[in-house]
């Protein structure tokens, strides 16, 4: 140390001001050196994962944690979310300025002269024409081909789920994508078939995703949920909300009739069961009358079964002779040219 600062002295203090320059520039350029390489030393957030990429090629993928990287322009570190993360994208096509003020106009969604502007409206099975607004979740499964589509992703998504859309809802009527006419909306085939129309969707998005993948063009994503507000044009709106009041009234006049016809039945059935109780009693009275005016008969018919006619009246006559004979003062009996006669006395008959 003694010679170096003797060595100091001798150079003069303009020599000695050098020597310290270069000192400061040479612990400056060490500073700057271990900056420089743990400047790709950085924390991964939980929702997020990290690419590394190495002289333009990917080198590995790493999740949330401390990240050891070389320093640029060796390796380059590119944050994208996790793959448990979801990323939403509104489908640009049913979402135009214009349209978004049908959203908040009276009359509901209308379409546009403009061919362009019409792209949120679509052809269902039975030619119904829908409106739909509609958003996408997706997840990254694939950091690596997400990392190659980069800014790819979205555009191809939104086609993929267009196209989607167009064949899912070729094949449904109106009323199993919304609710159209209250009549068919509690059919529990036509609501089920509604609450599947997402889920169609999904699966839809996802097998195109697939095909991509295995023609070595994958996107990276796949699609989690899928939410759409599908509406009618205004002025087929107005036609159902007035077909909905016509079947209203409809209804409120077919109650009315079904009343007024039970409350006819009603007096119908009473009026039947007052005439058919009277019948009934008036004829088990003629039926008894008749019974206790037959009944001697019908006692001597079954007293005397073996008998001929002649000698049941000759018997009949004889049992009821006696209490009227018995009856009289006296009886004087004449015999004349062989014949009986009875006489009794009292007035000429």
Do not use: C
Not at 150 to 163: K, M, T
Not at 167 to 188: G, H, M, Q, S
């Amino acid at each position: 140390m003694s010679s170096a600062a003797e060595d100091m002295r001798d150079v003069g203090p303009w020599g000695q001001a050098v020597a310290l320059s270069f000192r400061f520039l040479l612990l400056g350029a060490v500073v700057i050196a271990i900056g420089w390489l743990v400047s790709n030393i950085r924390q991964v957030p939980p929702d997020s994962q990290a690419v590394v990429v190495r002289f333009g090629a990917i080198a590995r993928v790493q999740g949330p944690g401390l990240l050891l990287a070389w320093p640029k322009p060796i390796e380059q570190v590119v944050l994208v979310p996790a793959a448990a993360r979801q990323i939403q994208l509104p489908i640009a096509r049913f979402l135009d300025s214009e349209k978004e003020s049908f959203m908040t106009s009276t009359f509901g969604f209308s379409p546009s002269d403009t061919a362009r502007l019409n792209g949120g409206f679509l052809l269902t099975g039975d030619s119904s024409v829908v409106h739909l607004v509609a958003q996408v979740f997706y997840q990254i499964n694939d950091a690596e081909a997400y990392m190659v589509a980069a800014d790819h992703v979205g555009p191809a998504l939104q086609r993929l789920f267009i196209a989607s859309t167009v064949d899912a809802l070729a094949a449904r009527d109106l009323d199993t994508v919304l609710v159209a006419r209250p009549e068919i909306a509690a059919r529990n085939a036509e609501a089920a078939r509604r609450e599947r129309l997402r889920g169609d969707l999904v699966n839809a998005v996802n097998r195109r995703l697939q095909d991509l993948a295995d023609k070595g063009a994958g996107l990276g994503i796949t699609v989690s949920r899928v939410d759409l507000v599908p509406a009618i044009p205004g002025g087929a709106k107005n036609a159902f909300d007035e077909v909905l009041v016509v079947t209203q009234e409809a209804e409120q006049a077919i109650a009315g009739a079904h009343t007024g016809a039970e409350m006819a039945m009603q007096e119908a059935n009473q009026s039947k069961d007052r005439i058919t109780t009277n019948a009934t009693a008036a004829a088990e009275e003629r039926v008894s009358g008749a019974t206790v005016a037959t009944a001697s008969i019908a006692a001597l018919g079954k007293a005397n079964a073996d008998m001929s006619r002649g000698m049941q009246m000759s018997r009949l006559y004889y049992d009821r002779i006696g209490p009227i004979l018995k009856k009289a003062g006296h009886v004087e009996v004449v015999a004349k040219d062989g014949t009986a006669r009875l006489l009794l006395p009292g007035a000429t008959p």
